[in-house]
């Protein structure tokens, strides 16, 4: 099953996202989170390497779907990916999509069986109902 790691300037953002998609699909989705450069609470910002780490936990043969907040999550994350070793990093995408409608879709889509390239699509085409 496809993971999805979350990607947060903000611990607390992340969490919040963490702990609606939980309840969403019942747990049935591995999800983590990455938010604050440390664990002390206030701290913005993340580390490549904390972002690497969260690819691991939930790393498996389908794959790894990360949505980032903005800019330097993306950043972060690309980096992260470079540090993977090379059979890792052909399995780790990142969704161009806002960070909590992104990751309802994505984590519904992979609770109903979709693989990777189906969660970044639904993670992605989620983009469009802020227009509604």
Excluded: C, W, Y
């Excluded at 699909?25 to 969260?54: D, H, I, Q, R, Y």
């Excluded at 090379?86 to 161009?96: S, W």
């Excluded at 999509?97 to 984590?107: I, R, T």
């Amino acid at each position: 099953m496809v993971g999805i790691v979350i990607v947060s300037h903000s611990r607390k953002l992340a969490e919040g996202v963490k702990e609606l998609l939980d309840q969403m699909v019942k747990g049935n989705v591995k999800v983590e989170l990455v938010g604050g450069v440390t664990a002390e609470p206030g701290t913005l910002g993340m580390s490549p390497m904390s972002v690497k780490e969260a690819i691991v936990k939930v790393m498996d043969s389908e794959g790894v779907l990360i949505i980032g907040d903005m800019g330097s999550a993306i950043l972060s994350s690309k980096t992260a990916i470079k540090m993977l070793a090379p059979e890792m990093k052909e399995k780790v995408v990142i969704a161009d999509a806002p960070l909590v409608e992104g990751s309802f879709a994505a984590a519904v889509e992979i609770s109903a069986g979709g693989g990777l390239e189906d969660a970044k699509r639904a993670a992605e085409e989620s983009k469009s109902l802020r227009k509604i």
